[in-house]
Each structure stands twice: as C-alpha cells, then as structure tokens.
C-alpha cells in the first residue's frame, strides 16, 4: 500500500520556491508579516512557506508573484510567463469549445481570400449583435 501523506511532504521544490520568497521579500525590505497580510496568511505561515515546510498553492503563488512583483519563472525558472501578454478576450475564446472549433476551422482555410471572407462574416455578425 502506498504511503498517502508522501504528497504531503514538502520537496525540494518547495524549499526551493521558500528560498526564493525569502530572497524576494528581504529584498523588496518587508517583514515576514507584511507580505502575509498581503497574500492573506499570518507571519507563521510565512516562516513556514520560507522554510520550504508547507506547500504552497497556485493561487498563492499568484499573489506572492504580485506581492513581491516577481514574473512566474523567479519560481520555476525555465517556464515562461505568457500572462503579460494574453489578451483576456483571446483567451475567453480559446479556452471555448466554440473557439476551439472557429480555430481549427480558420486553420484549414488556406486561402487568404478565404480566411478574410471568414473575418468579415464574424465581424459582421459581431456588429450586429452589438447594434441589437
């Protein structure tokens, strides 16, 4: 039978990323407190995190990204940080299934003469959606 607290335990990711929020945050001059009340944890949680003892979340690591006004890779080195450059409209799209499909759709068109006519029945259709 597997073990079903090994997840639990930290790894060396997790001292890793508390070395980084550590670094971060003697260097931007705040206490361990400071930077809990804004990512929303006591200072203990914080000595925790930084000790690399608890794992630390997705949504967590957003708000120490922003806190500490650090890009995702200062974390994970090596990933890149495309959210600097996503248009939230692009990604509403995207992440549909209906958006999905134009896409997959738009990319069999290989003729610009068609894929022009494919913009202009969208943004027709888009126009008078709008107008009501």
Known sequence: ???????????????????????????????????????????QQMQKYEDGRNRINGARIEMLLSALNRPFNYFYPGASDIRAHSDPELTSVLTSKQGQRAVRAFSRLTQPSDQRLAIEVIERLAKEQANG
């Open 1 to 43: 039978m597997k073990n079903r607290n090994a997840a639990k335990h930290p790894t060396a990711q997790d001292r890793y990323i508390g070395d980084r929020i550590k670094e971060a945050r003697i260097a931007a001059g705040m206490t361990q407190k400071e930077l809990g009340a804004l990512i929303g944890v006591s200072y």
